[in-house]
């Protein structure tokens, strides 16, 4: 058995040596037909596109990606040619939700809009989303979720559109995978005439993927004065991003809103049960991430003490001092623990 491994997948050198007779590592945009042409796993990032032109006339029979997201594997031709594939669904949704939870936290400290008397919209309501949705609840906001899929499979009951959403949100949070066919497409989903029909001037916040939000019509709306103030952490053409838009965002982060060391393991441990299911090995291992080096943390107020857990703007600041390094400070991320791995004091 002989498995290729992204080596920026966490936690995974030292266990997969156990599950596989032959391993080798490689950069997420090193593989090559030529690499993996003798292998029958691979496991990948985002990174890596898995299609015809890299898996063509390989032994390869399985992919393991340890993301949510999986628009980077051609899994039409993944069926095609018998290979199967796993991603990592909520594998990162608490680091998303740290990280969304900090925002609004910031935005309410720097930005001063009263988060109680303010209305969130939560554009896909799934792993994510949803626990977006429970924190704002929390934070006292009133809060609109759109899924149309969901609305369509469960009745509308519960669900807004995203017509409401335009129309009364003072936040706009993004959270679906990218599709570009079928009933529901998301590229794009915030395109000129979603900014044009805006009844607010709402801030928006993008963790899903770069294409679901036009990047031209966000700066249009930026300095239209349609939107308020942006957040992304997802940037179409990544790692080479628009350095205007990121001028003028209000938080800009280089694709790390779920890079929690929690999460990191979560998809990790997820990937490698996915490959010993299908290989039929015994999945003998134990991934936990490690423990934070202060794990007290006190603080005057819960809001203090979550952003001193975890405040993105430290990774907005780098990333805005050096945009060309996108990539360098994604690859080489510090891989932070979610609040629960704390004990938090008030006071």
Known sequence: MRVIVDRKIPYIEGVIERLADEVAYADGADFTSELVRDADALFVRTRTRCDEALLRGSRVRFIATATIGFDHIDTDYCRRAGIAWANAPGCNAGGVEQYVHSVLLRLERDRRPDLRHACLGVVGVGHVGSRVARVARELGMEVLLCDPPRAEAEGADGFSSLDELMARCDIITFHTPLTRHGAHPTLHLADEAFFAALGRNPVVINTSRGEVVDGRALLRALDEGRVADAVLDVWEGE????????????????????????????????????YCRFFGTEPDFRIEPPAPASPVVQAPTVADALLRIYDPMADSLRLKADPAAFEQLRNHYDYRREASAYHIIIG
């Open 239 to 274: 790692p080479h991003i628009d350095r205007k838009l990121l001028r003028r965002v209000f938080i800009g982060t280089p694709h790390i809103a779920g890079y929690s060391a929690d999460g990191k393991a979560n998809a990790t441990r997820m990937a490698l049960q996915a």
